[in-house]
């Protein structure tokens, strides 16, 4: 490809932690962020435990508080995240020539409901005659409902905070293809760069879900893990006795830029991303299609971008890809679909290539999910080393790939592949491989 795409910024908030290396440290130490839920009274629920971000305050990360005081938590969590890429990329000590031609692409989920005004507001509008809501709804909601929440509930409000607080001016998109947003925004602001619409692109996602109805959903859908004991034991991705994900929040953000605007400016480039691809399943919206179609679909695009052939081993004998950063959510049908998936792009080298899944320490992100992902596969390359699937104790004779189970690895990692899949069929994947110079 002409245009070469270099990562110069990455940031998190998870709930690891706000920092990028004392949240990687977490990670090589096997650490998990599962507790019992602090956000409401979740005790009636199925599902008592979720993993919350913990100890954060935005008014640490952003120059202009006073312009972010309604913000909702995923435009706070968007906020602290950036600031952070933003930083490692130099952005504010070697800007960009013009903030014009900086963009940003997330995959922002929508912001927490006003809970209890919302339900108060729902039993006071309550006609039992006609058995629904009435007229009297209207006025109950007018006392109870605050305008600004109801506004910070719209997922492009992420980006307004964003805009506001950096001074972006270029193009701004939102996406949210469930748990697949924030790679599709990764590998979508790769390609507004590559076509000339940006200079530099500010990429990632942000969601929390941790609350009533995020919780009750997901119960309903019987997604969510309901185990009985120890937190930070729920999450099994790929063990035989895995039962759902546990439920995550935060943020995650990279500066992306074109290779010729990174050495303008005197950037450093941490990785380069090499490939993207995208597929629908066209099946069910709760259901992986069953033989990995979908998803061996996005790999392959990805694989085929990268120019990287998925049977050919390197010169030193080692795969293609060096590590794959699984979706590996803990549920029976994703964890066995994924594995099927690999094996249908990789084929005989699929076993020789490590793949894990960092759900099993901060739980599952959702629209972020695939943003921090993907900085985990940066960091890999940059550190040596492969995160760790907590919690694999008992093997599942039909995933036979090797998932890092439970302490992490060192490696020469020069490749990366990074996978997620959404509710509803949409699948993404991206590749990032070491930055070798220009």
Not at 186 to 203: F, K, N, P, T, Y
Not at 373 to 394: D, W
Request: negative net charge.
């Amino acid at each position: 490809m002409s245009v070469r795409i270099v990562v110069t910024g990455m940031g998190w908030v998870t709930p690891l932690g706000h920092d990028l290396e004392g949240v990687w440290g977490r990670m090589m130490r096997s650490e998990c962020g599962m507790a019992p839920i602090t956000r409401f009274d979740a005790r009636t629920f199925p599902t008592t435990f979720a993993a919350e971000v913990r100890d954060y305050d935005v008014n640490a990360f952003v120059k202009h508080p006073e312009a972010h005081v309604t913000a909702g938590l995923n435009s706070k969590y968007a906020l602290g995240a950036a600031r952070q890429a933003w930083a490692q990329a130099g952005l504010d000590e070697r800007p960009a020539p013009s903030l014009r031609r900086v963009g940003m692409y997330l995959g922002a989920g929508e912001g927490v409901i006003d809970t209890a005004n919302y339900f108060a507001a729902n039993v006071a509008g309550w006609d039992a005659a006609s058995n629904r809501v009435g007229g009297a709804w209207f006025d109950a909601a007018q006392r109870m409902l605050d305008r600004a929440r109801e506004v910070e509930q719209e997922p492009n409000m992420p980006l307004a905070h964003l805009a506001r607080e950096f001074g972006i001016r270029g193009p701004s998109y939102n996406c949210l293809t469930a748990c697949a947003a924030s790679t599709q925004a990764i590998g979508e602001a790769c390609s507004i760069l590559r076509r000339g619409d940006a200079d530099a692109m500010l990429a990632g996602g942000t969601h929390t879900m941790i609350h009533p109805l995020g919780i009750t959903g997901f119960n309903r859908l019987t997604a969510l893990s309901t185990f009985k004991g120890d937190p930070t034991k729920a999450s099994r991705p790929f063990d035989i006795g895995r039962d759902g994900f546990v439920m995550g929040e935060g943020s995650g953000m990279v500066v992306l830029e074109t290779l010729e605007h990174a050495m303008a400016r005197g950037a450093t480039p941490l990785a380069e991303l090499i490939g993207y691809g995208s597929s629908a399943d066209a099946f069910r919206i709760t259901d992986i299609q069953p033989d990995g179609r979908g998803a061996a679909a996005a790999m392959t695009q990805a694989l085929a971008q990268a120019g990287i052939d998925p049977h050919k081993r390197l010169d030193d004998g080692r795969p293609p890809i060096q590590y794959i950063s699984a979706h590996g959510t803990g549920t029976k049908e994703n964890d066995s679909i994924e594995t099927i998936g690999v094996k249908r792009v990789f084929g005989e080298l699929a076993p020789s290539i490590p793949m894990s899944s960092i759900k099993s320490m901060m739980g599952h992100l959702i629209a972020a999910a695939g943003a921090v992902e993907f900085i985990t596969c940066v960091q890999s390359i940059r550190h040596g080393m492969l995160p760790p699937t907590i919690n694999y104790a008992n093997p599942d004779p039909e995933l036979d790939l090797d998932y890092v189970p439970n302490t992490a690895r060192a490696a020469k990692v020069d490749t990366c592949l990074s996978n997620s899949f959404g509710f509803g069929g949409q699948n993404d994947t991206v590749i990032v491989t070491r930055w070798r110079g220009a």
